[in-house]
């Protein structure tokens, strides 16, 4: 299910993607800054938006990259404006789309790591299961909070994206 | 994986309820009424947090229950004060508890629908990774969000809980 997963991820980026529109659109509407967005947040010690987005994309990159062996783009947080956001969550699109489910193979007996853990590691179907997946839904769910929370016109619909409905 | 995940799920209502026990402290430290955090909202056309709450809750036990097919208890959204939503939330911990792995045996091919689907359906496994966790996530971090924008002092460890380092 690894794989299916990122499937998703990659889909709720591309809807992400959309959120960011919605938003350039609620600017151009009412004749302000599309890019004060990128320093709105629900409170003084949270992340801003750009960085709950940047966060967003990099958990699922760092997630697939560590999961998989394959290297991903580094990608600096520079972004100063609503459309570099929107180039990074494509890059992060286009990442996964070179990962197979052959890659995953490995995943769930892999040792995966990071500098704060200080030398302790996680297996890998730990780390997928209690940070990544939490991790990447709370990230990108903080987004949409913020921009609902200073009216851009986006619903449920627009979180979920088409369902497999037969 | 189903499993696995619904573990997840039952890890993190556990976390949930201790973000209320953190708003309840709050509350009584600056002397307020700790039943307004039910009606708080982070816009006006979003739920409130007692909603937010019981549809984490809803999802997660009648997801559970739509992929095992083993019935769950109903409980009608009539909660009044944030102890009677951390009842509501342990009770459905209890009952992720009665779902074993087996249970799970048959949950992709299963045939999933609710009455907003107007008679079309979903298999188990698309219902589980489009709609079920995605879902179970928006809410649940709504939930954190508006407990933080209104100063409860919860953080990142109090969403992912503790994680299986080694």
């Known amino acids: 299910?690894?794989?299916?997963?990122?499937?998703?991820?990659?889909?709720?980026?591309?809807?992400?993607?959309?959120?960011?529109?919605?938003?350039?659109?609620?600017?151009?509407?009412?004749?302000?800054?599309?890019?004060v967005f990128l320093t709105l947040r629900l409170a003084p010690d949270q992340f801003?938006?750009?960085?709950?987005?940047?966060?967003?994309?990099?958990?699922?990159?760092?997630?697939a990259s560590r999961l998989t062996g394959k290297d991903a783009p580094a990608q600096p947080d520079s972004e100063q404006t609503l459309e570099e956001l929107r180039a990074r969550i494509r890059s992060v699109?286009?990442?996964?789309?070179?990962?197979?489910?052959?890659?995953?193979?490995?995943?769930?007996?892999?040792?995966?790591?990071q500098p704060r853990w200080e030398g302790k590691t996680m297996t890998g179907a730990d780390y997928f299961l209690e940070h990544a997946v939490p991790n990447f839904f709370f990230h990108l769910t903080h987004a949409y909070a913020i921009?609902?929370?200073?009216?851009?016109?986006?619903?449920?619909?627009?979180?979920?994206?088409?369902?497999t409905l037969r």
Chains 1, 2 share one sequence.
């Open 1 to 35: 299910m690894y794989y299916e997963t990122f499937r998703q991820m990659k889909k709720l980026l591309g809807q992400l993607d959309g959120w960011l529109q919605s938003a350039a659109t609620l600017a151009q509407t009412k004749s302000f800054d599309p890019n």
């Open 48 to 63: 801003t938006f750009a960085r709950q987005v940047q966060t967003t994309c990099d958990t699922a990159k760092l997630a």
């Open 93 to 113: 699109i286009a990442y996964l789309d070179t990962v197979t489910a052959e890659d995953f193979a490995a995943a769930a007996t892999r040792s995966i790591t």
């Open 147 to 163: 921009l609902r929370h200073n009216g851009v016109g986006i619903g449920k619909r627009d979180y979920l994206g088409p369902l």
